[in-house]
């Protein structure tokens, strides 16, 4: 019923900037939360930013460097990414708590969570 697609990755130098995007579509009644994790090869899926309303958090490997925002208007996060360093390459995916509509009508109970398929982002010299 949702569909997470994120962009934005890319190549970039050590030192610069990237911003990814996800864009959520489908039927739905509104997106509660979203959020940002990413994995390398070899390793597991870590937790990078999360925003819910007003309220964000991030992981400590990059505070003061990313910044999570969220247009409510286009159902899309975004995630600015500066300052990058070789330790940030990695698979970067998208996250949502959606409340689902059936029938043009609240489906009752929690919020249903999502996956986007991710974007690399590769930060070399």
């Known amino acids: 019923q949702v569909q997470l697609v994120e962009s934005g990755g890319g190549l970039v130098r050590p030192g610069g900037s990237l911003r990814l995007s996800c864009a959520a579509s489908g039927s739905f009644f509104s997106i509660y939360a979203m959020g940002w994790y990413r994995q390398a090869p070899g390793k597991q899926r870590d937790f990078v930013a999360h925003?819910?309303?007003?309220?964000?958090n991030y992981a400590d490997s990059v505070k003061g460097r990313f910044t999570i925002s969220r247009d409510n208007a286009k159902n899309t996060v975004y995630l600015q990414m500066n300052s990058l360093k070789p330790e940030d390459t990695a698979v970067y995916y998208c996250?949502?708590?959606?409340?689902?509509?059936?029938?043009?009508?609240?489906?009752?109970?929690?919020?249903?969570?999502?996956w986007g398929q991710g974007t690399q982002v590769t930060v070399s010299s």
């Open positions: 996250n949502a708590d959606v409340q689902l509509t059936s029938d043009n009508a609240v489906v009752a109970g929690p919020p249903n969570n999502y």
């Open positions: 925003i819910t309303g007003g309220s964000t």
